[in-house]
DNA sequence: AATTAAATTTAGACAAATCTAAAAATTATT
DNA sequence: AATAATTTTTAGATTTGTCTAAATTTAATT
């Protein structure tokens, strides 16, 4: 079965907005392609009626498993393409996702296994989230998110929450990026702001809201 | 301006067709891309509103050097992205064309002009034809047909007439690629078959029409 | 030059993906 | 439990790119 680029954009974001949401609602959806409800409704029942979502009026939506599985699978291009992105042709990590987004729905299987073969069998794109292999399988990350991290422990950035222009504007600004250590000296309780550390520079603070967003991960 | 797939296809195939042919014509073109010659008036309207041909009904069209330099543009893309499928994830050359249709219409410039300096800034791709530089600027090749080649005189090939994988399965059948160096040592006038050498090889015959789709440079 | 043949264009329809506005169903609130 | 608010769906349009069948124009042939 082959899908058009529409579709590929329903079933990603179905994916992503369910990880993190108990049940995917029709606004929700809306909101994150920029589309309208009416919209939404109407691709849904496509979807259903290709046995890649399960879908009763009214009563919400999720992938059905096969639904599932294309969606590992442009996941998997979209991150492979961010990795070359970044470690061939040398983009910075926050230009990397918008050019990904349309590499990803040119959907010959050979040409990913092969890109896949030629970066390495990579496991992780720039932004520290896993690539699925060409079964469809990924690392499940143990990184918790650095508003989790206990005080004065080491710990290594290893990801983050999304890869939104802004976010990762502001990481750039302050000099994090993945692999980057740091420690956390201090939470304030007034704003849960973070004092933290990194290597001999000056301590510095950030928001609540990007800690939650900087996956972190213990030692090594 | 931004360009859809559909009109992109149809910008290319144009541009091919105006180097071997002193006018396309609708039935041509129709037939170039497997559609209708309604859809092709069709198209020709929304291209000329967007002053990429010049168009008269009834009498003919062409691309306007707006026209032309999209075309270009989008060849530059194509034959970048074969030359990277040949070269870095080692795809036979028979399989390069077709993949590197889609990838053709990510436009970010960006992406193209890195991927340019990440491959060498290649002159030609695998089938030996030129890629456009970032200015739109290529080779213009010496080459002639094999048809023409003198008798007895080494040459080296340097393209192919086509990409139609009929052709270029008939050449790996043969052995011959790009920089396989040959001569003609016979010419039989009854059907102007070509008896042709490669280095220590025995000899062996080849149609013309294989010979006039086989591009060759002298010497060097 | 008139007729026939071929090429091209128009008219009208269709599928995909979207939209707005209105209707229906669900959920929340008094 | 009835009403209000919210969410979701339907109905009907719109745009892009395509199609078939018919009409028109140009080119070829008698």
Redesign the interface.
């Known amino acids: 079965m082959n899908f058009s680029v529409a579709e590929e954009n329903y079933i990603k974001a179905i994916w992503h907005l369910q990880r993190y949401n108990d049940d995917v609602t029709t606004n929700l959806l809306a909101n994150q392609l920029n589309t309208r409800p009416a919209s939404v409704t109407d691709m849904l029942k496509k979807l259903k009626a290709k046995k890649l979502v399960h879908y009763e009026k009214y009563h919400g939506f999720s992938l059905t498993s096969e639904g599932k599985k294309i969606a590992l699978g442009i996941i998997r291009r979209h991150r492979l393409w961010e990795f070359f992105?970044a470690e061939?042709?040398?983009?910075d990590w926050d230009?990397v996702h918008?050019?990904a987004e349309?590499?990803e729905h040119?959907?010959?299987k050979?040409?990913i296994d092969?890109?896949d073969e030629?970066l390495g069998f990579p496991k992780v794109d720039p932004h520290g989230d896993p690539i699925p292999d060409n079964q469809g399988k990924m690392e499940t990350s143990s990184a918790i998110g650095l508003d989790e991290l206990e005080i004065n422990k080491v710990a290594e950035v290893s990801g983050v929450g999304n890869q939104s222009s802004e976010l990762l504007e502001l990481l750039k600004h302050k000099n994090i990026r993945i692999g980057t250590k740091l420690e956390v000296k201090k939470r304030f309780e007034f704003d849960q702001s973070l004092e933290i550390k990194i290597r001999n520079l000056p301590a510095f603070t950030i928001s609540e809201q990007l800690a939650k967003n900087l996956l972190v991960k213990y030692g090594k």
Do not use: R
């Open positions: 992105l061939k042709l040398k983009f230009e918008d050019i349309d590499l040119v959907s010959s050979k040409l092969k890109l030629y």
